[in-house]
């Protein structure tokens, strides 16, 4: 079906316009029992009841009864890496022995391109499988790394951010850049691909300990010369990390004043897993609107600690979650507000399946600043939409004959559910799990 002809998918729609405060804040989401999307040319152009939008339809229109399954905007991931897809559920110890007996010899394989562009098929088809309609990814050190995943974003329609990560040292030499090479790299790969269809370019300097202070004033550079890019990093995942960035930078009053030196704080930069932030910290990421992505399943599987949600979004830091493939153990969004429901449990605090769901759409759209255009099915957005199916699985079925209430709906799918419970993945009103 061509994504010119308009299309009217029909189900039980639901869509967020802002944060849930509670689960009776109906101000925030529009649920609709009957509803309907109407897409065309690649755009969301009515969102609203199946009876009101069928009394109007574009001539032609093609309608897909979704019923009795549920119609989102497509899931959102802020955090992972492209070039692990091969070393997910390894077993290791924690974070640095992670990287250097799984990750760095890994990423020394995608010098070939060959290997990056099929590596980029397996992890795209993951990702649609999985709902995951937009994803932030690390690239390798090679721009062969980042020609593979953005050519592949390419010719699924996607919009994907990510970048070549630059660093200079801490790293095997076939994965080292310079300061130089990876300021040069970066600028090239800047003009090729950002902006380049649905390709948005995100600088990503690894972290403070891959990268020596010229690196990060690269990076810095990089940002100042390119605004409307992105900026990704690591920051405060692990106490070693956290000890051995101390040790190598010992003139910052912690991690993130390094970070603050070279001017890579800021409202388009994304620090993955900050469990460990002291509170100047805290405060210095809500003054500059820098962004904390949790990453659950990773936390969980490199026992690396327990993010303190209410820590940092009190102190008025924005909040992304994510998967960290593939540290974290799952390319579904399902099962990582699953592992984060349990983090925050064991803090005694509660998630409401309303809030995870917001979180996975609209709300990380809004940590990336891309909520004119993804994480909700609001007229004029992308037409990146999911179908979800509560009753994908036997137990799940049996627990939805007592569901009573769209929010046990949504906590069921959270707890039971996976890739199975995605009926079908929309880019840009084409669907595409189906293809896979």
Not at 192 to 197: A, D, R, S, V, Y
Not at 294 to 312: A, E, M, Q, R, Y
Not at 382 to 410: F, H
Request: charged share 20%; hydrophobic share 35%.
């Amino acid at each position: 079906m061509g994504n010119n002809k308009a299309k009217l998918l029909r189900g039980r729609v639901l869509t967020f316009s802002s944060e849930p405060k509670a689960p009776e804040d109906t101000h925030a989401y529009r649920f609709e029992q009957d509803g309907a999307v109407l897409v065309q040319n690649g755009k969301i152009t009515a969102t609203g009841s199946y009876a009101e939008l069928a009394k109007s339809l574009p001539e032609g229109t093609v309608t897909v009864d979704h019923r009795p399954h549920l119609i989102c905007a497509g899931f959102i991931d802020t955090h992972l890496h492209f070039p692990q897809a091969q070393v997910i559920g390894s077993w290791a110890d924690q974070l640095l022995d992670w990287l250097n007996d799984y990750t760095f010899p890994e990423e020394t394989r995608f010098h070939d391109k060959a290997h990056g562009d099929h590596i980029a098929k397996g992890f795209y088809d993951a990702l649609i499988s999985n709902g995951t309609t937009t994803a932030v990814a690390y690239c390798s050190s090679q721009p062969n790394s980042v020609d593979a995943y953005f050519e592949e974003a390419a010719r699924r329609g996607m919009l994907m951010l990510g970048g070549k990560t630059m660093m200079d040292r801490n790293a095997p030499e076939a994965l080292c850049d310079t300061a130089q090479l990876g300021y040069d790299d970066s600028k090239a790969l800047i003009a090729k691909w950002h902006g380049n269809g649905r390709a948005h370019y995100t600088i990503t300097p690894r972290f403070a300990i891959t990268s020596t202070p010229e690196q990060l004033e690269a990076a810095g550079t990089l940002l100042k010369e390119h605004p409307d890019c992105h900026l990704q990093t690591h920051l405060s995942e692990n106490h070693n990390e956290i000890a051995f960035t101390r040790e190598l930078y010992p003139e910052a009053d912690h991690y993130l004043g390094v970070y603050e030196k070279y001017g890579l704080l800021g409202p388009k930069s994304l620090f993955g897993h900050c469990i460990h932030l002291t509170p100047h910290e805290h405060d210095l990421m809500a003054e500059t609107d820098s962004v904390a992505v949790f990453c659950p399943t990773s936390n969980l599987f490199l026992g690396s600690g327990l993010f303190d949600k209410k820590s940092v979004e009190n102190a008025g830091i924005r909040t992304a979650v994510a998967t960290d493939i593939g540290g974290g153990t799952s390319y579904s969004m399902l099962r990582t507000l699953d592992e984060g429901y349990k983090i925050l449990q064991l803090q005694r605090q509660r998630m409401h399946p309303l809030t995870a769901f917001y979180w996975a759409t609209l709300g990380n759209s809004k940590a990336l600043g891309l909520s004119d255009k993804i994480g909700t099915l609001d007229e004029g957005t992308d037409a990146d939409i999911i179908v979800l199916n509560g009753a994908a699985t036997q137990p799940m079925a049996l627990r939805m004959e007592t569901v009573k209430s769209l929010s046990e709906e949504l906590f069921l799918l959270q707890t039971l559910g996976d890739d199975r419970c995605i009926v079908e993945t929309y880019i840009a009103g084409i669907p595409s799990k189906t293809t896979v």
